[in-house]
């Protein structure tokens, strides 16, 4: 499989140092950090809005910190996120939060794509209203909005940034359910997981986890 993100030599201050990972098309990745800080700090550097101290992050091998503005959101446009505070749009409604992205970028919602958002809404619990304001929402709620959001965006990368770590078990185990679902589809993203310490995912069976508690990091391959 190809390679589709590359973290070369990367350090940044108080999370990883000299950290080298190749991650491939379909793979599922878990990295575990000290703490929120160091879980934000990842995050902005492996999407290109923060640089490493040292090394470099790329994504189909160009180098995200050395593309301008524009080359950098044609990029990103192939990366999803869902983090721990969801990134919903407070006066739009949960649809809209949903649908905004395929708007953005392709100018309509297809069939395909209402019936993958109304799906994943329904296996995943959803019974609220899909024109509530995020403002109405639990915190369940919103981290299950942002989640059908970035999948029905089909992302060549899904990053989950500690988006797990608060919601309740059954919630965390039916949104894990659907996040491996996607990596059994043809074309998988690439899903990076990032957790603080030792929660528990049961459901998660990654290819590489990495310990960025460690220092050097700890990185074990699955066999």
């Not at 024109?131 to 989640?147: K, N, Q, V």
Request: hydrophobic share 40%; net charge negative; with cysteine.
């Amino acid at each position: 499989m190809p390679v589709l993100l590359e973290l070369r030599d990367l350090t940044i201050p108080g999370v990883a140092s000299h950290l080298n990972l190749s991650l491939q098309q379909g793979q599922v990745i878990l990295c575990k950090t000290a703490g929120e800080q160091e879980t934000k700090q990842l995050l902005q550097v492996v999407i290109g809005e923060a640089r490493p101290e040292t090394g470099s992050v790329l994504l189909d091998e160009l180098p995200l910190h050395e593309l301008d503005r524009e080359q950098l959101l044609r990029v990103r446009r192939t990366i999803s996120t869902v983090t721990a505070q969801a990134g919903l749009i407070s006066n739009l409604k949960v649809w809209e939060n949903i649908t905004l992205p395929l708007l953005y970028h392709h100018g309509a919602v297809s069939d395909t794509a209402a019936e993958q958002a109304l799906l994943l809404l329904e296996k995943l619990g959803y019974r609220g209203n899909i024109w509530a304001l995020p403002g109405h929402l639990s915190y369940t709620e919103r981290i299950i909005t942002a989640f059908v959001r970035a999948a029905v965006s089909s992302p060549r990368l899904m990053v989950y940034a500690e988006c797990l770590d608060d919601l309740p078990s059954p919630q965390r185990d039916l949104l894990l359910q659907q996040a491996m679902a996607l990596q059994n589809q043809t074309d998988a993203p690439t899903a990076l997981f990032i957790t603080t310490g030792d929660i528990q995912l049961p459901l998660l069976v990654p290819d590489i986890t990495c310990d960025l508690r460690y220092n050097p990091p700890q990185i074990t391959r699955q066999t």
